[in-house]
């Protein structure tokens, strides 16, 4: 009923996804970074089959929405069936629901569950999963951004190789994850490479003088006018946290 990417890694970060659609998964997981990570054993990948756990001969997993309406919902029985199977008494792991209509996701929410034992993943088609599975399995609703997807299975991928970067020893260098967008309240500064000049663009002065307080300065400078200029919205919590932080 479940496929195991990775079962080297049962005391780290373990990862279980419910999904209609289990060939989707590592996908891109496989590869980069998360794949060697993977293969390390740093975590672990199960996929769940929701249609193993139907209990009908047809093995269906979704029915007409109660008052009418277009589409269909995914019923409650067989979903509660499969969280149950496999996020059992005891398991601290917190169970997700990727939906539009959750909290949105951020850095700070990828940052607690790197810290924790892992994640169970519910990824819903169709037009949504019954309210009383969501009740009553306690399911957290997290959105990766306004938009709507055809399931959820993009955006669980999403929120795994977020998490996944953030796993001790996963990425190269640590200091370079922690000047990123959003992980100091500000989108990233600009970055630049050889060579010199790019069809009469030369990188900026200050990048090429070696004196490490002005680049880090213009960086700095950067990073708030960009957003500033793209997101008010951090720019405005990051003014109220650095006058708090005064």
């Given amino acids: 009923m479940a496929e195991a990417a990775s079962s080297s890694a049962a005391s780290g970060f373990r990862a279980t ?32 089959n929701i249609r193993d756990y139907a209990e009908d001969k047809h093995r269906s997993v979704d029915d007409t929405p109660a008052g009418g309406g277009a589409g269909m919902v995914m019923r409650a029985d067989v979903l509660a069936n ?24 951020t850095q700070e929410r990828l940052r607690e569950l790197a810290a924790g034992p892992g994640v169970l993943l519910l990824c819903g088609r169709f037009e949504g999963v019954d309210q009383r599975v969501i009740d009553g399995r306690g399911l957290e609703e997290v959105s990766i951004g306004d938009f ?20 001790p020893g996963v990425m190269g260098k ?25 069809e009469g663009q030369e990188i900026p002065e200050v990048l090429t003088s ?24 951090l720019w405005e919590k990051y003014l109220k946290a650095s006058r708090h932080r005064d």
């Fill in 174 to 198: 640590e200091a370079s994850g922690e000047e990123e967008s959003f992980e100091s309240g500000l989108l990233e500064y600009p970055h630049y490479t050889r060579p010199q000049v790019f």
């Fill in 82 to 105: 499969a969280i149950d199977a496999h996020h059992g008494t005891g398991d601290a792991r917190p169970a997700i629901y990727l939906s539009p209509r959750g909290r949105p996701l």
């Fill in 210 to 233: 070696g004196h490490h307080g002005r680049v880090k300065a213009w960086r700095r400078e950067e990073a708030e006018k960009l957003t500033r200029e793209r997101r008010p919205d």
């Fill in 148 to 167: 709507i997807l055809s399931g959820g299975e993009p955006a669980a991928l999403v929120l795994l190789d977020a998490v996944i970067r953030l796993l």
């Fill in 17 to 48: 996804v419910l999904t209609l659609f289990p060939e989707m998964f590592p996908g891109p997981l496989g590869v980069s970074l998360a794949g060697r990570a993977l293969e390390d054993g740093r975590w672990a990948l199960e996929t769940v």
